[in-house]
Nanobody, 127 residues
């Protein structure tokens, strides 16, 4: 079992940056693929970024490539999402999620393939 707690959301202006953190508990965190998803009002969960267990492989949705960076520190049981050049369309609740396939080399992009979820953190970008 893994518990996930996101932090770092807030209200910023377009062009500014935020760094989200996701603190995990549970002994197997370091073996899981981790992902960030977001959900805007009225929309489904959207995959944003993912990272393999050792950080060797990352994957991003097209709309955030070049602006967002996912990383992890397994010693701290934490995954991060650095968001730069934020746009109003990035406004959403951001969730971190864990895919419990230990040592997987591939990153899945649909919400149903992630078994553990945090409660979410709100990111609002004003124009």
């Amino acid at each position: 079992q893994v518990q996930l707690v996101e932090s770092g959301g807030g209200l910023v202006q377009a062009g500014e940056s935020l760094r989200l953190s996701c603190a995990a508990s549970g002994r197997f965190f370091s073996t899981y693929v981790m992902g960030w998803f977001r959900q805007a009002p009225g929309n489904e969960h959207e995959f944003v970024a993912g990272i393999t267990w050792n950080g060797d492989n990352t994957y991003y949705t097209d709309s955030v490539k070049g602006r967002f960076t996912i990383s992890r520190d397994n010693a701290k049981n934490t995954v991060y999402l650095q968001m730069n050049i934020l746009k109003p369309e990035d406004t959403a609740v951001y969730f971190c999620a864990a895919d419990r396939r230990s040592w997987a080399r591939t990153i899945r992009t649909t919400r149903y393939e992630y078994q553990y979820w945090g409660q979410g953190t709100q990111v609002t970008v004003s124009s």
